[in-house]
């Protein structure tokens, strides 16, 4: 199942009913504080994300079935180096994998 937040003014990600099912997630320039939540997306293999508001990558780290990952717009992460907050995903070479971070500054 795909899921599209788009545009989105709160401030907390909405609850989502089934997680498992969720394996394709788009978060389009919504005004949550943090993305924390997607940690409990344990089936997404593909999410695209346009601003990014937290200051690490840290909330991707437990995602260990993505397979593709987008990043539009990361205004406070300093550290560029993706390889340095999503150390996990180093435990998995054999697994094809997909990153994709534009930095807009």
Same mark, same amino acid.
């Given at each position: 199942?795909?899921?599209?937040? /788009?545009?989105? $003014?709160? $401030?907390?990600? @909405?609850?989502?009913? &089934?997680? &498992? %099912? #969720?394996?394709?997630?788009? /978060? *389009?320039?919504?005004?949550?504080? =943090?993305?924390? @939540?997607?940690?409990?997306? =344990?089936?997404?293999? /593909?999410? #695209?994300?346009?601003?990014?508001?937290?200051? =690490?990558? %840290?909330?991707?780290? %437990?995602? &260990?079935?993505? !397979?593709?990952?987008?990043?539009?717009?990361? @205004? $406070?992460?300093?550290?560029?180096?993706?390889?340095?907050?999503?150390?996990? *995903?180093?435990?998995?070479? *054999? !697994?094809?994998?997909?990153?994709?971070?534009? !930095?807009?500054?």
């Amino acid at each position: 199942m795909h899921l599209d937040l /788009i545009r989105d $003014k709160s $401030k907390v990600m @909405p609850p989502v009913c &089934n997680l &498992n %099912a #969720v394996g394709s997630l788009r /978060i *389009w320039h919504c005004s949550y504080r =943090t993305l924390e @939540p997607i940690t409990a997306f =344990t089936s997404l293999q /593909i999410l #695209v994300i346009a601003t990014f508001p937290d200051s =690490t990558l %840290a909330p991707l780290s %437990a995602l &260990n079935q993505l !397979r593709y990952l987008r990043i539009i717009h990361m @205004p $406070k992460i300093a550290d560029s180096d993706p390889s340095t907050t999503l150390s996990s *995903w180093s435990l998995y070479p *054999w !697994r094809p994998f997909q990153l994709g971070i534009h !930095r807009t500054r």
